[in-house]
């Protein structure tokens, strides 16, 4: 049982619909999703493409469009953030929790000095001034591997690799030492050894500072390499939440099954979740979850 306190992130009965244009309603994207983020750990969440894992990761900062309808409690350190103001959310944003996207290009301006783009990150939130700032945002840049960050520091995005700019995103993000990390597919762009560095160093963070962190991924080497416990979602609902080591021995799920069973090699790393197999339709897992509680009711 989870108490309050150790508890950073909470879902309780999350759903959300898009409104669509058309005459048929539309599946809810996200269905009744309930989870708990325990202070300090990596949590991944896996599932194929459409599967609602951005979309749930959206309803913690407000990212969602107006056409979303979200139900439910998000709730972080206790404060429930569905509620809450733009001027609010501007203020968690960043503060108590920072968010990493799959592309860094798209985080950050591509006109600006990315060691600006860092210290304006620190002074949106604190009352420093700009040198102290300055040495600040090197000292992160330094902290996440940018070599010899001082003469780095001045240059724009576009004179860096892929590798590097995400590090200054996971740097900018890292700037107010958040509580919470939600990282959305943050290495799927990189090529697999700067993948593997980041996953490494996110995984170094969250021992240095205690960040827990939530990471979105299409692949299943990177839960057995970094995660703590792993929620797979399946038709935007949270089928099975078990450690990694469990979720790989003895998957309960039957989606989980044929998950696994379908990738052949699935702890390498690289290994990414295959699309579902076609039997699987919504359908067919409500049949399936009826199989799985009348076998262990057995
Ligand atoms: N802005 C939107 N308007 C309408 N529908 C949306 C919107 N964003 C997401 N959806 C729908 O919600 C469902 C879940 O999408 P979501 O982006 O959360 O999936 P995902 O698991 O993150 O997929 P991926 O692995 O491709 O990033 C999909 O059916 C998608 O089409
Ligand atoms: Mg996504």
Redesign the pocket.
């Known amino acids: 049982m989870t108490t309050a306190s150790d508890s950073v992130l909470d879902f309780t009965d999350v759903s ?1 619909a ?1 409104r ?1 244009d058309g005459p048929t309603a ?2 809810p ?2 269905d009744g999703v309930s989870l708990s983020l325990r202070r300090g750990e990596i949590f991944g969440i896996v ?12 309803t913690v900062l407000g990212l ?2 107006s ?2 309808t979200v139900r439910g409690h998000v709730r972080v350190n206790d404060r429930d953030v569905l509620g809450l103001s733009e001027s609010d959310l501007r203020a968690l944003r960043g503060d108590e929790v920072a968010m990493i996207f799959q592309d860094a290009s798209a985080s950050l301006d591509p006109t600006w000095p990315v060691g600006d783009q860092i210290a304006e990150t620190i002074r949106a939130h604190r009352a420093i001034g700009r040198r102290a700032a300055r040495e600040q945002a090197i000292a992160l840049m330094t902290e996440v591997g940018i070599p010899d960050a001082a003469s780095r520091y001045g240059d724009a995005p576009h004179r860096l690799s892929g590798g590097m700019r995400q590090r200054i995103v996971i740097a900018a993000a890292l700037a107010n030492n958040p509580q919470l990390l939600i990282a ?2 943050p290495a799927t762009a990189l090529d697999v050894t700067i993948q593997a560095q980041i996953l490494q160093l996110i995984d170094r963070l969250r021992r240095d500072h205690g960040t827990t962190v939530l990471l ?1 991924t ?1 692949d299943l080497g990177v839960v057995a390499q970094v995660c703590d416990r792993v929620g797979v ?1 399946y038709a ?1 609902r949270l089928l099975e939440v078990g450690t990694a080591h469990e979720l790989f021995a003895r998957p309960t799920h039957p989606y989980t099954r044929a998950l696994l069973a379908a990738s052949p090699n699935r702890v390498a790393r690289g290994t990414r979740l295959p699309v579902v197999p076609a039997q699987w339709s919504v359908e067919s897992l409500h049949e399936s979850e009826a199989v799985a509680e009348a076998e262990a009711a057995q």
């Open positions: 959300v898009f669509s539309s599946a994207a996200v599932g194929e493409s459409g599967s609602g894992k951005s979309t749930l990761a959206n969602l469009p056409s979303a959305d597919e979105i299409h979602m935007g």
